[in-house]
Structure formats: C-alpha cells, structure tokens
C-alpha cells in the first residue's frame, strides 16, 4: 500500500491511515514521507506495515549518522532531524496529556522540548547483549526484532574520544568477554559499561547468574581496557523477575563515579543514573527552579536513588526526606551523603506508600519508575501541605494518569510540563512538571 505518513508515535512507529480511514502504524518511515509499504499484521482497528520503499522522502529525514542504526533497535528515529524529533516529543506529550490525561489545558502546559546534550555521543552507559549459539559467544547489541545479537564494533551514542585508548571500547570489551564466554562456555546475561568523561571512570559490569566463574581470566581478558573497576552482578530467580543476589569486585574501585550538579557521585553497577549525565544535570536545574527551596524548608525526596536530587536539595535546605526502594540505590545514597558530609537528611529504605515521611514537607520531588505514582501516594502527596511539588517522568501515559488524579483531588495543579531530551535518536523522553498548591 502507499501511504502519506502523518506523525510519529511514543513508540519506534509512525502513523497513516488508509484511504478508508483505518489507522496503521509504519515501521521506518519519518512524519512527512510518502511510502510504499508491505503488511505485517491486520486487525479490526488498526493495521501494522514495513516500509519496502521511500517513493518521497519528507524533509526531515536524514541520513542515519551511523550505518547500523536502520538494523538495531537503539536508535529508532536516527533517519529523523533532530529538530523534528525535538518536535515530535513535545506533541507525544501534549497528545499523552490531553488523550489520557484529559488535560484540556496541555497544549498551553507543554513548553517546548529542551534539548541539554549532544544528539550523538551523549550517553555514559552502553549495555551489550549476549547470545550464544553452541560454543560460539557473540556480545553486541539487539536488532530491532529484540532476540537477534549483532556485533558491533562502535556505538556513536556513547561518549568517547575519536582517538586514543578509549576510541575502541566496545569493540574490546565485546571482543574480550566473547572470548571468555565461548571457551569457558560461561552464560552472560548482559555487560554493562559506564564511562564518565567528568571523571574518567570506566567501569564493566559482567550480569551473570550465581555460580562459579572465571574471576583470573575475566581480569586478563579485560586487562587492555584499562577499567577502573570491573565487577560481577550475580542474579538469581525467574527470567522475568530476575533479582540482584550480589555484586563481586574483580578488581579496581568496585564503583565508577560522575560529577554532577556541582558534586560527585559514587554508584555501583545494579543503581538506576540517568544515561545522560549532561540531561541529568538539566532536570536538577529544572527540579529546583521548579521548587524554589529555602534554607528553612523540609524537603521530601521520594525514588531517590542514589541521590541525583537528595544531595541539592540538602546542600540548600534545613532537611531532607529520602526514600528509596531499591537496596543497591539506598546504600549508594548513604555512601554520597556520607562523602559529602551532608547529615540533614534521613535516607530510608522502603516503598514509598508504605514508608511515606511522617514530616511536613514545604517542596516535594518525586521520580518515579515508568509505572508512575501509585495512587495512594498520589493521595498522600496531596494531602501534604508543601507549596510546590516538581513530577520527574520516563512516560507522558502515566504522568498524564497521575495529573488527573491531583486535578481530581483539587490540592495541587500543574502549571507547567517541560519535556527533556535525555535520549536522542529515540522516542524517550524526560518531562518535569511543576504542580502548584491551588
């Protein structure tokens, strides 16, 4: 079928209809393009297509910066301007908003979409997939179908210089622990490599299930990457509810470190930092322009993490509550706080609804995982009588839910939704919302 394509969606897809008004979602093509397309799957409401030829380009699309970007599913709009995937994030929120949220105010909400980093070589996290079949080991990175395993020897969305030592990372770290993996047939769930440009770190992270392992060939392997720490994440339990059993130091650091916000950061390997150290420092900028915090305010923090916006936060307020869920998280929260020599904040450990701060908080942040907010601490929120709460999100679907139900409550209300490019080449994108006391 030939097809005008309209917009992109939250998603890797594009949008058209058909000439009888069906909806069909298109697989590689850009929003302006005219496309002849092959039929993948049809249903009563919707049809899903695959790009077999681009009979008219649209005017933002490009040629991908990278020849492996059209094959893996990483970088989904790289064919996409960046001007135009700056545009069609902030419409996903609006669409996010106004579609599930009911918001009928979102198009005055949405600010345009801010843009703090590079559109390539912004990231300081690259996750290799492993496949194995036989004896053969293979690391690399997943194709767009999600199971195939292609081996690269570069990844432009990394942050690395163009010469010297760190210029071939992926492909020696991939090259080293297939090795390692095909001839002592050890079964890799995932490696992880962090690398901050701030402060020179580079840690591998080896996930692996419990049970014996290579330690003195992995350390050899691994020895021409020049790491400042290398570790195995041992996990345990069902493929879909894997869960964290250990984390052994090979050798170095056993943690990498990045600076940001005016201060260092220590993590371990199995806590959750934003990918984009320079989009990260952007959404502490916003929190706090958001939250205005004064030296007497009692500030909450919940799903803090390691601590991206606990440790602000305690550098200007009175006090701090913090929690956080995630065990590895909390103790890398206590660490920083620690390091930094900040004692004005309480870090528990828990579920946020369960564990929800007995005190009166004066500004809130929240930063939740893509779920969002449950609605009993939606409820809590709001029944707090802080003046400002600032809404970190990964997903415009439940920020847009959660936003309802405040309006729904009547204690606070959004007055402004900005959308933050932490991850171009993508459809992801950060929004920080500031919901006032009416």
Known sequence: ?????????????????????KTVFVSGAVAGDVVEAELVSDGKSFSRVKVTEVIEASPDRVAPAWPFASILGCTPWAAMAYPAQLTAKRTNVVDALTRVGHLADAEDLVTPCDAPGKPWGYRNKAELAFMREGRKATLGMYAQDGTTVVRVEEFPLLDLPKKGRDAKLIKNVSGALSYLAGSHELEIERVGIRRSSRTGDLEVAIWTPTGAFPRAQARRVLDAVHASSIVRVMTKGPAKARKVAGVERLTGAGSWSEKIAGGTMRLSAPSFFQVNTAGAERLVELVLEALEPREEDVAMDLYSGAGTFTLPLARRCDFVDAVESYGPAVRDLRRNLEEARLDNVDAVGGDAGREFP?????IIVVDPPRAGLAEDVVRQLSEQPARTIAYVSCDPATLARDLARFREIGAFDPVSVTPVDLFPQTFHVETVTKLQRR
């Open 1 to 21: 079928m030939r097809l005008k394509i309209e917009r992109m969606t939250y998603g890797a897809d594009a949008i058209a209809h058909t000439e009888e008004g």
């Open 358 to 362: 007995d005190d009166e908080a004066d």
